[in-house]
């Protein structure tokens, strides 16, 4: 029952910026905490951020700290992850996921429901 549908991956120039979006159905998410998660080619799935879920908590990553934040809107059952300064690095399949507890670490374990995953391309 439960979905996340994601948004707003694309093709950016290093330096760029891109807003990703992901909605969560099936139920409403205010309880739960919420993660972004991203996949690069030949690479290990790696976490990225974390949001508690109030939005009191939130962890990111050591390669985005800094350029990366996260953000969630519990009304429209939404969390963002704004991308600043982005780098070829950062070209992954980025992907959300909420947890079953009001609070989240980087562990996949800690996460129940995942979405389908958003391309993001950073050309050099």
């Known amino acids: 029952q439960v979905q996340l549908v994601e948004s707003g991956g694309g093709l950016v120039q290093a330096g760029g910026s891109l807003r990703l979006s992901c909605t969560a159905s099936?139920?409403?998410?205010?309880?739960?905490?919420m993660g972004w998660f991203r996949q690069a080619p030949g690479k290990e799935r790696e976490f990225v951020a974390v949001?508690?879920?109030?939005?009191?908590?939130?962890y990111t990553a050591d390669p985005v700290k800094g350029r990366f934040s996260i953000s969630r809107d519990n009304a429209q059952n939404t969390v963002y992850l704004q991308m600043n300064s982005l780098k070829p690095e950062d070209t992954a399949v980025y992907y959300c996921a909420v947890s079953n507890s009001r609070y989240a670490t980087s562990r996949h374990a800690d996460y129940d429901y995942w979405g389908q995953g958003t391309q993001v391309t950073v050309s050099s």
């Open positions: 099936g139920s409403t998410f205010s309880n739960y905490a």
């Open positions: 949001i508690s879920y109030s939005g009191g908590s939130i």
